[in-house]
């Protein structure tokens, strides 16, 4: 089984930065895609970022400039460093990845999510 831990939520003020991480865990023979989404109350939750094995990254219109993925494939990592923050970023964020468990099984994951909150 494969787990993905996230930490680096909280509250910031506008204009501040966060810097969101999510480590995947278990039964791991290789990660492709990893990415970020983010639900606010009331809304369906959207894709944020996304980025490949090879560290190719795309971003959702209204967060490019402002946030930046990142992956380290030695830990299993991705990071999400979110400037210029507005409150309109307020949501839960949550981390995903295709994970290969063995050469030929893969499987989608999702961890449990981080509460950001941009409020003064």
């Known amino acids: 089984q494969v787990q993905l831990g996230e930490s680096g939520g909280g509250l910031v003020q506008p204009g501040g930065s966060l810097r969101l991480s999510c480590a995947a865990s278990g039964s791991i023979f290789r990660i492709d895609a990893m990415g970020w989404y983010r639900q606010a109350p009331g809304k369906q939750r959207e894709l944020v970022t996304t980025?490949?094995?090879?560290?190719?990254?795309n971003y959702e219109d209204s967060v490019k400039g402002r946030f930046t993925i990142s992956r380290d494939n030695s830990k299993n990592t991705v990071y999400l460093q979110m400037d210029s923050l507005k409150p309109e970023d307020t949501a839960v964020y949550y981390c995903n990845a295709d994970v290969f468990t063995t050469p030929f099984i893969r499987n989608n994951y999702w961890g449990q999510g981080t509460q950001v909150t941009v409020s003064t």
């Open positions: 980025i490949t094995r090879g560290g190719s990254t």
